[in-house]
């Protein structure tokens, strides 16, 4: 099978059900996978910093497969809001840039991008662990409060700000931990 990635838009808090439903009415040699890729980040919970997973692109899944009008056939009659995006009466598979991005910083069968962690050098933030080390460039915003950085990824066409878990660190926070890791 081709790796070819389309893009189901969902109802939105339904993406992990979806995914799983798709995955058992699809038949194996029409989609290679089903998946909504997540993000691990932390929040504050009755003051202890907890890691959480969130929904990268929320309403939307991702399915591997060289037959978009098949999968699009066998979703069709679900009971819930799914469909592959087409535009012009075509689908439009994901480029080969967001697919590398979304690939890189996660794997077959655990599509959650690990939390990333930087330090501010003055007005920069310099990411010094994690999938977003060297795609600083990316990153349009950054939430230290929420330990989030919000990207700007075009996707099918669009321009579509997401968000991944990433921590900052202030300069001796970096030392404290850079000492321990020794």
Known sequence: M??????????????????RLIGRVVPAEVMGECFSPTFETETKVKGEWVRVKRQMLPGYLIAVTDEPRRLADAIAPLPEFCRVLMQGGRFIPLGRDEVELIDGFTRT???????????KEGDRVVVTEGPLKGHEALIAEVNRHKSLAYLELDICGRRVRTRVGLGVLSAKRAEERAAESR
């Open 2 to 19: 081709v790796a070819v990635w389309y893009v189901i838009q969902v109802m939105h808090g339904r993406e992990d059900a979806m995914a």
């Open 109 to 119: 069968g655990a599509r959650c991008v690990p939390m990333s962690v930087a330090v």
